[in-house]
């Protein structure tokens, strides 16, 4: 069985957790290409440390590679003036909205040891945060054609966005992650087209919004890590000193 260290950073500067998710791919790369020699050395292998990183940032947007800029809708001087933080990046998907109140999560996995199939990662993504919400009497699914968590329409409502997805991987070493909505400040994704998504039927939403009061967000992550380790299989580890 894989072993993953779980480390929940806080509340970090984007910029500052994406140095360190790069950091930690490098890592699994350089043990994922020493293992390579040594076994053709026959050698012993290194065993592989994966990580789950979970965190909050302070208000920032972030736009993927395939992204457009036409669905920030503010400029330079609006972002400062209000202060928002912008980052294009390197992981999929188009633009979204990274805030307190938001689990951010980042898995630095060496899809090697589980199974290389990017769409069943990103699947596996999705279905934790499912299982997670159906413990709050949530229930959601994904949308056809979309990445993400989605609660269905209502009588009142429209289809709803919870969680946004994008990652990226590098020698099947995955970074970047998902955002999803507990107790975050939904007006800040008036500033942007989430996702690219302008359809009318579609919204983005929170579990707060959603229950009508303020989610524990300690307990929501400890539900949600569970729900990865029994997905992928893996148990919790520490790192070596």
Known sequence: ?????????????YAEAWAYQQERLQELIAVKLQNRIR???????????HYLLFCEHPPVYTLGKSGSMQ????????????????????RG???????PGQIVG??????DCFFTDVHRYV???????????VEYGIASSREKGYTGVWLEATEH???????????????WVTMHGFAFNVNTNLTHFKNIIPCGIADDDKDVTSMEKELGYIIDI?????????QFAKLFEFEFGTAPI
């Open 93 to 99: 998907g188009d633009i979204t909205y990274h805030g």
């Open 1 to 13: 069985m894989e072993r993953v260290i779980f480390q929940d950073l806080g509340r970090i500067p």
């Open 106 to 111: 980042y898995p630095i996995f060496d899809l």
């Open 71 to 90: 669905n920030l809708l503010l400029n330079e001087q609006e972002l400062q003036l209000q202060g928002f933080a912008f980052f294009k990046i390197n």
């Open 123 to 133: 699947r596996y993504l999705e279905e934790a945060v499912i299982r997670t919400l």
């Open 157 to 171: 409502l429209p289809k709803r966005k919870i969680c946004a997805i994008g990652v990226h991987l590098s020698r």
């Open 39 to 49: 076994q053709t050395e026959s050698q012993p292998l290194f065993s592989q440390l």
């Open 218 to 226: 300690e307990e929501v992550k400890e539900r949600l890590k569970q």
